[in-house]
């Protein structure tokens, strides 16, 4: 069952109805059953009935629970007729064909005063704004709409004997919605604001909400800076008898509409001065005017009570004296000339009157544009509109106090039911036209004469209240009324008493000053009083003049008419031609949109809950022509519906729809409607809905569909009672079987255990008894090994314990004997040692006594042989001394005095002449290399000595030299040339010491070899020697024949032996190279630019090279008188052609013999390497 409720439940507008909910199904068709089931479904709380499309709504006069978020989502997109009537079907209807048809839409709401108009449009415009989209700039765009109503409420409603909060003014409010739905902003258009009540209101009624709210709501700070004090009878404006509302806290409210404001986008300075300007007004009632007499017997009035009027003054900021003077004068311009008159009492107060309704209306109208400035939608983009229109309600003062506003409400309450009777009967007739069904005219009221009566151009009432305005000479309310009389009395619904119909003439009802129209909704009688003035809605320009020289921003802006600059001669148009012509444009707009009507009907006049005053109601549903609503509607069918809907609701009336019908939902409801015999001409196929002609029909059918729905409960109750009970049965029983295997297969388990466990306990007796046996057997058997096995282990054991005992004693013995033996050895041996050590200590002291005593003996007689040698020497001394003074004593006679220094120095001499002597024996050789001296005899010689030897080897010396011939000396001075430049120089010099330099190895001018390379050299030859070029390509050798000569050097093929390979002039040699090391590798540089110099420096390579370089260094010497430079370094450069080539030495073990060996490395470098020594 559960899922059932899930289902989702399809309703219709049928279900559960209370009285009938369409009253276009009501049967029989009277105004008495019709007004029967409003009433009845008022008391049940259902306020909505539907006549087709139109909405009826009844005032509860009280809240009622059908307005929850939960409501709006039960009717959101639903079908119109799906649920009970609502007017949230209405609105989601009008706002769902807005966003998915793409029509315009306006929602219509008609009724009288008190009805429920206001609440209608407020419940519409919250459901579009609660279903359509969300989103922050939409929700504030919808809070803007929606707060848009209690600041113009405030404003412009006010309580009335007929409705506590009763709009004053019309309204009709585009909302804008982009393609999607969501509202993009909205325009509010303002129909005449019932402005009379500023300043006097009927009894039993209030001003305007906001005069009150002000008063009571505001601080008092705001109250003092508005020079205002909160009680209310301190203004004339306020009446006094209903001063509160009953349930309404106009202090709450107060703050309601300021925060109201501050969301439509009010600033805050803008508030204040409206409500500057509302104080402002409730200040001005209190200015009263006194008369003055004047000289010429004119009546002057004069303001009573000046700080009124100074406060007046303050607060809108305006000149007290201009103000005062516009008071008690009035300009009158015509043809550029001014004329000015005084002002008396009542035209004072009048003007004051004109001045607080003129300030306050402009003031709603301001209000109105400053909101519109909000809600603008905010894009220029295609909108789709929803209109919805509030009107004030027709209106009739029973007491027959109607007057030019009640004329004005009522004649636009006339036009929209107007424009209701056009567009329902196009809508009805469109619609059979739609689906194709044949149309027959039904009769109805056409209220156009009605309104023809007032906006006829010519002869109209409007037109003739404006003529009357404008008319020069004295108008009077009562000429218009003559007026009225002469053109209007022959029409069927104006009434007076002078109309020239005589019929009237005995009505006493109709006053003289009256005249009273047949409206649709009911005579109503006008009195004419103020029609001229309030339709003329004069401003003494004074006071225009006035309000906008005020140094209040928004007054200012309000009276632009007052700029003496603009000065407009031209009379304004007439409050009755204005709203005419609004209307008008309303009208239009109207039309060219969707309509859907809610029309209120007000239940009673006590304003109370649960009160339905059957004359009052039956009163409205005749004007509002609902009635003849309904006829229209059902004239040509009562009924319509999508075959679809049709064929759902009834197809279980037939067997062939029921429970499926496979073709067209058309056909479907044809075979239906066909097998319930129902007559043809009963209903009428469309071409998308079947109509109904007869509510008959459709309840004939309702209650077959019932009757039908009881059969098939029960149906569906036996079937499911029979499927249940089988299904019941069928269980139970599969449960006995499945209850009598389980036991029966318990049972026999059972047994079988029993049997089993039987079985199986004697057997294990059967098995006991062998197994022990076998048992007993084994464990005899067990013992019998086991006593063998113990007997034999303990013969064993015993055998070889005794075996061990023997054993051990054995060992025991070998081992005591061994221990023995060693002791004894040991005992021997120590023993031995002790006579050894003994022995050998014995021989260590006699050898310790022996040498101390050998040593006593030889230190004894060492004694005694340095004692014996003393006293030798001794002897010897003094025998010496002995012998010295004998000899002295003798020969001290032959001595003369000072006889010692020349002994001393005989004896010198004698030394030297013997050292000399001794000398000259001993003299080495006289060769220089000889180093060999004698040695020196005395030590203070020595001097003498060495330089002795020293003379003695220059002596050698020079000698030797004087030996040499001239050759020979020329050989030493090159040997010491070639010391000079080599020595410690070049590793290579000490070996060359020893050879003499023999200049031409070669013997050039011997060997017949060289005879021809003799005679090309003409000069004679200092140096030739075969020596190794080294190639500049490769750094490998060549031999070549090396010559020099006093001027040149050349170089012959050695192969040859005579073909000169290059000549070189020794000026033309700039400097020689060669590494320290020693090898014989050098480079002879030629002065760059010569010809020598084309194939570049010579490296070659010569054991003989101290030789060569000193004889080349001697002969360019010789010849420039310039040393050649000698450099000597292990790494020089070399000009090979045009490369600088750099010839390094480096050490190495030699690889290949001594040599040293030269290799190009690459063309910067050549490398020689050379031995290490
Ligand atoms: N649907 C409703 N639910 C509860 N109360 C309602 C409802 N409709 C109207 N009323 C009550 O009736 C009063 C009058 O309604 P409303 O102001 O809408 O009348 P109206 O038709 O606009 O009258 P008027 O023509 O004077 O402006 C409301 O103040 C409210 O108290
Ligand atoms: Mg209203």
New binding site residues.
Partial sequence: MGDMSKMEVKTSLLDNMIGVGDMVLLEPLTEKSFIENLRKRFNHNE?YTYIGSVVI?I??????PI?TPDKVEEYRNRNFYELSPH?YALADEAYRSLRDQDKDQCIL?T???????????K?VMSYVAAVCGKGAEVNQVKEQLLQSNPVLEAFG?AK?V???????FGKYMDIEFDFKGDPLGGVISNYLLEKSRVVKQPRGERNFHIFYQLLSGASEDMLKKLKLERDFSKYNYLSLDSATVTGVDDASCFRTVKNAMQIVGFMDDETQSVLELVGAVLKLGNIEFKPESRVNEVDESRVKDKNELKEICELLGIDQSVLERAFSFRTVEAKQEKVSTTLNVAQAYYARDALAKNLYSRLFTWLVNRINESIKAQTKKRKKVMGVL????F?IFESGENSFEQFIINYCNEKLQQIFIELTLKEEQEEYIREGIEWTHIEYFNNSVICDLIENNTNGIMAMLDEECLRPGTVTDSTFLEKLNQICADHQHFESRMSKSSKFLNDHSLPHNCFRIQHYAGKVLYHVDGFVDKNNDLLYRDLSQAMWKANHSLIKSLFPDGNPAKINLKRPPTAGSQFKASVATLMKNLQTKNPNYIR?I?PNDQ?ASHIFTDSLVCHQVRYLGLMENVRVRRAGYAFRQPYEACLERYKMLCKQTWPHWRGQARDGVEVLLKDLQIPAEEYSYGRSKIFIRNPRTLFSLEEQRKRRLHGLATLIQKIFRGWKARTHFLLMKSSQVTVAAWYRRYAQQKKYKKTKSSAVIVQSFIRGWKARKILRELKYQKRCKEAVTTIGAYWHGTQARRELRCLKEEARNRRAVTVIWASWQGTKARRELRCLKEEARNRRAVTVIWASWQGTKARRELKRLKEEARCKHAVDVIWAYWLGLKVRREYRKFFRAHAGKRIYEFTIQRIIQKYFLELKNKMPSMSPCDKTWPARPYLFLDSTHKELRRIFHLWTCKKYRGQFTDQKKAIYKEKLEASEIFKDKKALYPSSVGQPFQGDYLEINKNPRYQKLNSLVEEKIIFADIVNKINRANGKGAQRIFLLTKNKFMLADQKSGHQVKSIVPLAELTSVSMSAQSDGFFALRVKEGTTAAAKGDFLLNSERIIEIITKLHRAGLDLTKEKIQIEITDEFLVQFKQDKVCVKFIQSNPKNGTMASCKRKNNRLLEVTVPSP
């Fill in positions: 306020i709504s005032n509860p006069y009280r809240s009622l307005y007017i709401i009724g009288e005063s008190g009805a429920g108009k206001t609440e209608a449009s419940l409603n009335t007929r409705n506590d909060n009763s709009s004053r509030d009107i004030y309600g209106e209120c007000k304003k």
